[in-house]
């Protein structure tokens, strides 16, 4: 099993500012198969990146993904006030598909 | 637009079933796969399974093996997700997601998800 490892767990952020949140892989993800979501509170979560950085349909280009091998991260060039949430990563190199553990994107 | 609308709450009995649907619309139903997750309140994402539409073929994670049924009914464009030996620790959010491969025939699936329903939330209480 891919055990999926973010870092950090929280970040105090302001507005403005720009973020890269980390999700290492315990083995190599094949294939570019890993993705990014966003999930806010009682909401769903919400793909934003697949297959390490293709963005998906409606995901602003503020969002990027990067990475190869073990090593993944997520960038947000310029944080705006709807920004603020939980980010996961998730492989489907293989079954089982995992996630991390999420990181929590909060206002400074 | 894709959209997938999911049942209502639950409350179960410990040792009970737990059946949850997901309606799909805005898009052929039988050509995409379709999966479930499950998030347990305060906790991550943990994958359960995924059913191809066209022909009822099943996968299922194997923490839930034997526990698990996922069905679908191509009439009215629904899965449905059957959870059985309820305990307190499947008190959990319920997400159906669509997989974003087209898939007309064969066997094909990305495994990353989009979209997601709202979420189902069945607590197992005594």
């Known amino acids: 099993e891919i055990v999926l490892t973010q870092s950090p767990g929280t970040l105090s952020l302001s507005p403005g500012e720009r973020v890269t949140l980390s999700c290492r892989a315990s083995?190599?993800?094949?294939?570019?198969?890993l993705a990014w979501y966003q999930q806010k509170p009682g909401q769903a979560p919400r793909l934003l990146i697949y297959?390490?950085?293709s963005r998906a349909t409606g995901i602003p280009d503020r969002f990027s993904g990067s990475g190869s091998g073990t090593d993944f991260t997520l960038t947000i060039s310029r944080l705006e006030p709807e920004d603020f949430a939980v980010y996961y990563c998730?492989?489907?190199?293989?079954?089982?598909?995992?996630f991390g553990q999420g990181t929590k994107l909060e206002i400074k | 637009q894709v959209r997938l609308v999911q049942s209502g709450a639950e409350v179960k009995k410990p040792g009970a079933s737990v059946k949850v649907s997901c309606k799909a619309s805005?898009?052929?139903?039988?050509?995409?796969?379709m999966h479930w997750l499950r998030q347990a309140p305060g906790q991550g994402l943990e994958y359960m399974g995924m059913?191809?539409?066209?022909?009822?073929?099943?996968t299922y994670a194997q923490e839930f093996q034997g526990r698990i049924t996922v069905t679908r009914d191509t009439s009215t464009s629904t899965v449905y997700m059957e959870l059985s030996s309820l305990t307190s620790e499947d008190t959990a959010i319920y997400y159906c997601?669509?997989?974003?491969?087209?898939?007309?025939?064969?066997?094909?699936?990305?495994?990353?998800?989009?979209?997601w329903g709202q979420g189902t939330l069945v607590i197992v209480s005594s």
């Open positions: 083995q190599s993800v094949s294939s570019d198969f």
């Open positions: 297959d390490i950085s």
């Open positions: 998730q492989h489907y190199d293989s079954t089982p598909y995992t």
């Open positions: 059913i191809n539409p066209r022909d009822g073929s099943t």
């Open positions: 997601a669509k997989d974003p491969a087209f898939c007309p025939d064969g066997v094909c699936y990305m495994a990353y998800f989009d979209p």
């Open positions: 805005g898009y052929t139903f039988t050509t995409s796969y």
